[in-house]
């Protein structure tokens, strides 16, 4: 059993920053990918950014390279997205989620995630 609790959402204007965590406890296993994914009401949810289980290897969505970063502490066990230069259309809930295959590469898709955490409200103004 994996549990993800997101926080740092909030209420921003465009050019601002956020930084959101995800904070992850896994009973079993220690050693997991992580997603964050993103839902703007009305849309299909969709892939921000990953990190693999060790932050050595991580993976954007072209409509965020350059202002966000994913970062982990895995002795805090939390995952961190940096978020940068925030536009009105980055608002959404951010949600993220864990990938217990560590042998896998980074997944982009949200089917491959296993576990999914409640998703935290980011609103940008313009």
């Known amino acids: 059993q994996v549990q993800l609790v997101e926080s740092g959402g909030g209420l921003v204007t465009a050019g601002g920053s956020l930084r959101l965590s995800c904070a992850a406890s896994?009973?079993?296993?220690?050693?997991?990918?992580v997603g964050w994914f993103r839902q703007a009401p009305g849309k299909e949810r969709s892939f921000v950014a990953a990190?693999?289980?060790?932050?050595?290897?991580?993976d954007y969505a072209d409509s965020v390279k350059g202002r966000f970063t994913i970062s982990r502490d895995n002795a805090k066990n939390t995952v961190y997205l940096e978020m940068n230069s925030l536009k009105p259309e980055d608002t959404a809930v951010y949600y993220c989620?864990?990938?217990?295959?560590?042998?896998?590469?980074?997944?982009?898709?949200?089917?491959?995630?296993?576990?999914w955490g409640q998703g935290t409200q980011v609103s940008v103004s313009s």
């Open positions: 990190i693999s289980w060790n932050g050595g290897d991580t």
């Open positions: 989620a864990a990938d217990i295959r560590p042998w896998r590469p980074l997944a982009t898709t949200s089917d491959v995630y296993n576990y």
């Open positions: 896994l009973l079993t296993q220690r050693t997991f990918h």
